[in-house]
């Protein structure tokens, strides 16, 4: 039975655990001792019940109920609820679990436990390798054409084990991980370069459905981090700090060591910790999407990381509604206006502070 906001109370649990006599002492204007039972003065406002007519037993079922002996009516506790204040079903069920009961809401179906943060089960690992492998076959053409459109080059895609999921007769996997649609694999890689977690983003979404699966959290855990790093002769001196590991990608292709929020919008302690400890003296740059999630993220990032005494890192907001991958593929210079490159020889453009986050840019009309 629902009680409200898709949260559900067991209805027989509730009532094993409400003691009817007690509602009944609560709801009932009087109550008198006949022969060693108790009874009620009954319950229902509109029944003016002088000598209590209102008594308690137990059914075949081991439910307590009541009935008016007088008026003819009762029923369960959750009943003697919706009499005494004219409440519907739902309402008197949270008023005995706030009142008598407080269960716990319940899950139906407990999940499995969780892999522990960055320890995935092995299927995972695998999943991952094969998916690498597959993206330089035939059979990944599909997903290496996407991520070619998506400016993206095979050095960044090899350096990272970007792989494709061309289905379930070319990469078998079991249930929980993602369903088998044609997807573009992204793997989430901790500072040692091991997979610990994915994200497969498919190439033709359903309809209404999410453009990105994730493992069940019994196959592993959300690690908040995915560390990209650049193919190996491009180095800048800066950590860019991206909304997801595409983008990621895409600012490691420039040369920029990377670091893709997963859940940018909401950052906690854990991601400030670990982008501070892993700065290794790099200047750390925020690239999130110019948008308000994307100002929300930022603005929350910002603050942890200052509180952790490196400084305030640098914001640089891609023009307005754009992501990075948006941004570079429509300025190829976007990588030296937030950060001028180490080689003198390359060119490079002064950006001209606008407001308090970031860059002019300097965009095709
Ligand atoms: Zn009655």
């Not at 003697?80 to 409440?87: C, G, P, Y």
């Amino acid at each position: 039975m629902a009680a409200g906001s898709g949260h559900r109370i067991d209805r027989d649990e509730l009532l094993a655990r409400v003691e009817l006599t007690d509602v009944l002492d609560a709801l009932s204007p009087g109550r008198a001792e006949r022969g060693g039972r108790r009874a009620w003065r009954c319950i229902d406002p509109d029944h003016p019940d002088v000598h209590p007519s209102v008594k308690v037993s137990i059914d075949r079922t081991g439910t307590q109920r009541w009935r008016c002996w007088s008026g003819g009516h009762g029923g369960t506790a959750i009943d003697a609820v919706m009499v005494a204040r004219s409440m519907t079903v739902a309402d008197a069920i949270r008023w005995l679990n706030d009142n008598y009961a407080r269960l716990d809401v319940i899950e139906r179906h407990a999940p499995p436990p969780a892999q522990p943060i960055g320890r995935p089960d092995p299927e995972v690992v695998t999943y991952v390798q094969r998916a690498h492998r597959l993206l330089w076959t035939p059979a990944g053409q599909p997903m290496r054409d996407w991520l070619h459109r998506r400016g993206l080059d095979d050095d960044v895609l090899r350096t990272n084990l970007v792989g494709a999921d061309p289905g379930r007769r070319f990469l078998p996997r079991p249930k929980g991980l993602p369903g088998g649609l044609p997807a573009v694999v992204y793997p989430a890689l901790d500072k040692d370069r091991r997979p610990v977690y994915f994200q497969a983003r498919f190439l033709d979404p359903l309809n209404g459905r999410s453009k990105y699966d994730n493992p069940a959290r019994r196959w592993a855990s959300n690690p908040r981090l995915a560390w990209i790093e650049p193919p190996a002769a491009l180095e800048r001196d800066a950590l860019v700090v991206t909304e997801g590991i595409a983008d990621g990608l895409i600012a490691a292709q420039s040369g920029f060591g990377a670091v893709g929020v997963l859940g940018s919008q909401y950052p906690d302690e854990r991601v400030g910790d670990a982008i501070v400890q892993n700065a290794d003296g790099r200047k750390v740059i925020i690239c999130f999407d110019a948008d308000d999630a994307g100002r929300q993220g930022t603005e929350r990032l910002a603050d942890l990381i200052e509180q952790r005494n490196l400084g305030r890192p640098d914001v640089v907001e891609p023009p307005t509604g754009m992501d990075l991958t948006d941004w570079a593929n429509q300025d190829p210079n976007w990588a030296d206006l937030i950060d001028p490159p180490l080689n003198p020889k390359l060119p490079r453009q002064q950006p001209e502070p606008v407001g308090d986050l970031g860059l002019s840019l300097h965009l095709p009309e």
